[in-house]
Structures are given as structure tokens and as C-alpha cells.
């Protein structure tokens, strides 16, 4: 069974530097998702992709923040300029698609920023 | 922009006892998905049950199943014979119709099983 997968599962960085994590959503699943979550909250919904389509990024939190699906299958979060306050987790998740919406989260990559 | 309210932060039960976790939410959609998540401590997100909001008949999944209301705007869980394993953090999550703006999380319900 070849569910999400994120990669890192752990990125340590100092402040100012540029990071980028990986997602690989379920095989055939056409929608991905990208989420942060900071501790005691629930996640937060970032942007979202059907294929390699970016049908809503405005909830990206600052233009530090891009994400792509260049093939319409792996996804990657840029987050530019690190700051301490970006250090949280970044989730992802995909989705079958039309009829089918219930989304399904991979492991997360915990990001701290030092 | 909808809005998804636990007002427990934090639960805890005997082994094989039932608990129910309460759940609102706001929205002027009038189709949209319900769902409750488990997060496991140190794991991921697990999706545990979900509601399409233009079915009356409330969802169950073995011991987990949902009281929809939806004129109340609400949507409770309750768990059946608790177990260990059953310990988590809980989030009811919110979704609109095709999902295009992801899902909305509440600040999640702690659920401790006790031996």
C-alpha cells in the first residue's frame, strides 16, 4: 500500500535559508493539498492542486511561500527566507477527485527554524 | 469563510466506555462534507468517519459514528467500547462542495483512554 509520502520528515534550518519539501500523493489521486499545522491547532489549509493545475494559492501565508506540481503527481512547498515563525508541521494531502472527496494526509515534514 | 468549533479541548474515559465529542460549525454553503480525523500521538492524520450534508442518514463505521444535525450545524462523534488505541487527538474538519478551498479544522478534542 503506497500511501503519502513527505520528504524530509525533519528539516532543521536557520533562519534566511530557503527549504523545499516533497510530497508523493496515493497513485491516480488527481487533487493535492498542502497544510501547516502549529502545536495545539488544527491544520491550516495552504493551497491545492487538481493535476499540475494550482486552482487556489491564496491562502498561501506571504509570497516566501510557493508550491508546484510540475507533472501533476509529486508536489513541492518553497518556503523562502526562513523565519523562526515558520517553524511548525507541513502536511500533505491528496484526494481521488470528483465524487470522491475525502482526503488523505501523509506523515508530515517537521520544520524547525533556528 | 466557515468556521469549525470543538469546544472540548481535552476528554477522558474508561476503557469500553462510550464518548461522545462534540462538534460546530458555520456556514452558509448549503452542500458541503463533514469529517472527523484522528491524530495519533507523533503519527498522522487518519480520516475516522465523513458526511455528505444532503444525506439525512447519519455515517457509522464499526464503533465510530456521527449524530449530523444539520439545521443545528452539528456533527458529533461518538465512539462505541472505547479502546487504547482510541487515544488521539480529534479534529472535526469541514469541506466545501469540490473541495477547491481544502478543509476547515477545528482546534481538535484530546481524547484519553483510560486502563
Known amino acids: 500500500d503506497t500511501g503519502v509520502s513527505q520528504d524530509p520528515r525533519h528539516k532543521i534550518t536557520k533562519r534566511g535559508q530557503n527549504v523545499t519539501f516533497r510530497c508523493d500523493p496515493i497513485s491516480e489521486h488527481n487533487r493535492l493539498y498542502w497544510y501547516r499545522q502549529t502545536l495545539g491547532q488544527g491544520p491550516e489549509f495552504l493551497t491545492y492542486?487538481?493535476?499540475?493545475?494550482?486552482?487556489?494559492k491564496s491562502r498561501l501565508l506571504s509570497d516566501r511561500f510557493s508550491a508546484e506540481r510540475p507533472k501533476g503527481s509529486f508536489s513541492t512547498l518553497e518556503i523562502q527566507r526562513t523565519e523562526q515563525g515558520d517553524s511548525a508541521m507541513y502536511l500533505c494531502?491528496?484526494?481521488?477527485?470528483?465524487?470522491?472527496?475525502?482526503?488523505?494526509f501523509g506523515p508530515g515534514t517537521r520544520l524547525t527554524v533556528t | 469563510a466557515q468556521t469549525v468549533t470543538q469546544s472540548q479541548p481535552e476528554m477522558s474515559v474508561q476503557e469500553a466506555e462510550t464518548v461522545t465529542l462534540s462538534c460546530t460549525y458555520d456556514t452558509s454553503e448549503n452542500n458541503y462534507y463533514l469529517f472527523w480525523y484522528k491524530q495519533p500521538p507523533s503519527r498522522q492524520m487518519i480520516l475516522v468517519i465523513r458526511q455528505e450534508a444532503y444525506k439525512q442518514q447519519n455515517a457509522t463505521e464499526n464503533r465510530f459514528s456521527v449524530n449530523f444535525q444539520k439545521a443545528a450545524k452539528s456533527f458529533s462523534l461518538k465512539i462505541s467500547d472505547s479502546q487504547l488505541g482510541d487515544t488521539a487527538m480529534y479534529f472535526c474538519a469541514f469541506m466545501k462542495h469540490r473541495g477547491a478551498d481544502g478543509l476547515t479544522f477545528g482546534k481538535g478534542t484530546h481524547l484519553i483512554i483510560q486502563p
Open positions: 494531502a491528496s484526494s481521488p477527485g470528483e465524487g470522491s472527496y475525502e482526503q488523505y
Open positions: 492542486f487538481q493535476n499540475e493545475a494550482q486552482l487556489e
